[in-house]
Antibody
């Protein structure tokens, strides 16, 4: 059974870069997409972006200029970097596995959705 | 940018049916997904492709979609179903292929 674990600093200074790693255990990182999602205190979920094991990425347009997601298949890990952080980036950050399905019919298309999540890690931006 | 709209809160008594709605202009052409998030925990997928239930999810959870609205129904809601529920779908704004979006979330109270 695949499990995901986020790791990284819990405190980041304003204007610096937030860096987190997600370690995948119980399965291979290959052949899947992997995602980062965050949740500010008391607020809803926000998708940050996802990466295919081969390295191709897709980012939330509202964060794209500051986000980099990368993958290290040799370590079964993928990572998030968010630059120039402010207090608004304070949140619980989750990593997740992404399932991709191709559907035919009335609602035809490719669908990306998260089916396995890590427990989340809290990152606070403060001086 | 594309948005999915949910009511902030829904309240039912134990044993009653809870219905949580999600509206979005692209839902006639795009599937909706539903996540349950209990306090302090990571989200869990409870419905995918409008109405399919992952293994391990109780049968009292069901989903439907009609026009621009998707609905999560919990038949005979139990106290342990109290949680935040988020709908989720493809970003259909036309400017971002492959993007995804969450609704704002609905807090379900069962008491």
């Amino acid at each position: 059974q695949v499990q995901l674990q986020e790791s990284g600093p819990g405190l980041v200074k304003p204007s610096e870069t937030l860096s987190l790693t997600c370690t995948v255990s119980g399965g291979s990182i290959s052949s899947y997409y992997w995602s980062w999602i965050r949740q500010p205190p008391g607020k809803g979920l926000e998708w940050i972006g996802y990466i295919y094991y081969s390295g191709s990425t897709n980012y939330n347009p509202s964060l794209k200029s500051r986000v980099t997601i990368s993958v290290d298949t040799s370590k079964n890990q993928f990572s998030l970097k968010l630059s120039s952080v402010t207090a608004a980036d304070t949140a619980v950050y989750y990593c997740a596995r992404v399932m991709v399905t191709m559907v035919r019919g009335v609602k035809a298309g490719y669908y990306y959705y998260m089916d396995v999540w890590g427990k989340g890690t809290t990152v606070t931006v403060s001086s | 940018s594309y948005e999915l709209t949910q009511p902030p809160s829904v309240s039912v008594s134990p044993g009653q049916t809870a219905r949580i709605t999600c509206s979005g202009d692209a839902l006639p052409k795009k599937y909706a997904y539903w996540y349950q998030q209990k306090s302090g925990q990571a989200p869990v997928l409870v419905i995918y492709e409008d109405s399919k239930r992952p293994s391990g999810i109780p049968e009292r959870f069901s989903g439907s979609s009609s026009g621009t609205m998707a609905t999560l129904t919990i038949s005979g809601a139990q106290v342990e179903d109290e949680a935040d529920y988020y709908c989720y779908s493809t970003d259909s704004s036309g400017n971002h292929r492959g993007g995804v979006v969450f609704g704002g979330g609905t807090k379900l109270t069962v008491l």
